[in-house]
């Protein structure tokens, strides 16, 4: 995993620096541009997801959820915990999937509220340059994985809700948060 600037407390900010777009935006369902550099601005802007996923209280973003249309997630699984560094990830690519096929529960912070369980692999092989440009190698399981690839999914303009089996439930679930069921693309893989 690569630190970035560890002066960035895991805490919440009363402003965010970063707005999250919602299930319904569109910027939500567009594929993500490669980042052609990692540079200074992709630097900032990494700190700037950082600190506005831990001020959702959540684990994991990606740039276009922040109407940005790149190729960069950032994760920490472990927020609770100041020591442990986040990951950043420009460029991933899921090399490999394997372990077996787990359902697990899943929510959004643009589609806040509403939490579904999703059917993923527990183990994946990612590919990616840190923040110094170097390319990195990483093959984790279990939480980190999926969020690996919950995050991937954005970057390809898909949503956990559009792998969500249980459509009842999941209709019920968004009507309850006031989200639309016709924002959602089901895909069955």
Known sequence: MVAIDTTIPKQKLKKPPL???KLGD?????????VSKVSDEIRTLAQQMLQTMYSYDGIGLAAPQ???????IVIDIYPDQPATPALVLVNPEITDRGGELCSGEEGCL???QVFMDVVRHDRVTVTYRDLDGRPQKLTTEGL???VIQHEMDHLNGVMFVDR???AISLSQNLTK???????VRPIRD
């Open 19 to 21: 707005q999250v777009h």
């Open 26 to 34: 569109k910027v939500l369902r567009q594929p993500a541009k490669r």
């Open 66 to 72: 922040v109407g940005i249309n790149k190729q960069l």
């Open 110 to 112: 643009s589609v806040p």
């Open 144 to 146: 980190l994985a999926r």
């Open 164 to 166: 969500v089996q249980n």
């Open 177 to 183: 948060q006031g989200f639309s069921l016709k924002d």
